[in-house]
């Protein structure tokens, strides 16, 4: 395990509802991200927190919200989706300040969410 | 802006071959280098990094080799073995901004 856990696994919800992704991480890092995958398109950075202060967004949708309580927990907060939304959310976290790229990332397993 | 593009989209090794990944950046200004490796049903795991001031690092049964003159980054696997079966990224980076990844490669590795 990498230290990093993400719930759920798996998430279907329609375009109006509410829900909630959630990150922990256990290994003392001061840095955590969430990012898109997409089916054959690279690795998307969506946001980034260090010591729970939001440090980049990029240009993502207001219907994602993030939430970064304290430095151990991570939430994205999902409201009235569309279907082109459907992808793995994969949550990261750093050892450093996450304003360097020069950092190795520690990747959950990600939550598979479908959008009806 | 950067972008990162590996050369394959699906590269198929006998067990026991070396296999070879390669990537391509564009910002000769990028200077960070980090290769992962995704499982079905995984997130990505970090494989091995490597600064611009270096142009190989090994690990174990792995190495980085990066040519900046053509802005091009391989992976090379030695004696692949079934368990390397995956999908593997490259991504590249410089100074404060995000890294920058590539789409993948998938690694079947045929017994």
């Known amino acids: 395990e990498t230290g990093v856990t993400q719930t759920p696994r798996h998430l279907v919800m329609g375009m109006t509802n509410k829900k909630s992704l959630k990150c922990e991480q256990h290994?003392?890092?001061?840095?955590m991200y969430w990012y898109k995958q997409s089916a054959k398109k690279p690795l998307e950075l969506m946001f980034v927190y260090s010591l729970e202060e939001r440090v980049e967004n990029n240009s993502v949708p207001s219907r994602f919200s993030p939430e970064c309580p304290n430095s151990s927990h991570l939430f994205l907060h999902l409201h009235t989706l569309q279907p082109e939304d459907s992808a793995l959310y994969l949550c990261?976290?750093?050892?450093?300040?996450?304003?360097?790229?020069?950092?190795?990332?520690?990747f959950g397993s990600g939550t598979q969410l479908s959008v009806l | 802006g950067e972008s990162v593009g590996l050369h394959l989209p699906t590269l198929s090794v006998q067990e026991g071959d070396n296999s070879i990944i390669n990537c391509a950046y564009s910002n000769s200004a990028s200077d960070y280098f980090i290769w992962y490796k995704q499982e079905s049903g995984k997130g990505p795991q970090f494989i091995i990094d490597?600064?611009?001031?270096?142009d190989k690092r090994q690990g174990q049964r792995v190495t980085v080799l990066l040519n900046k003159t053509v802005k091009h980054l391989s992976l090379q696997i030695a004696a692949t073995q079934p368990g390397d079966s995956a999908v593997y990224f490259c991504a590249a980076g410089k100074g404060r901004r995000a890294l920058t990844f590539g789409s993948g490669t998938r690694l079947q590795v045929q017994p």
């Open positions: 990261a976290s750093s050892q450093g300040r996450g304003t360097s790229t020069n950092e190795k990332l520690f």
């Open positions: 490597i600064r611009s001031n270096m």
């Open positions: 290994l003392g890092h001061n840095a």
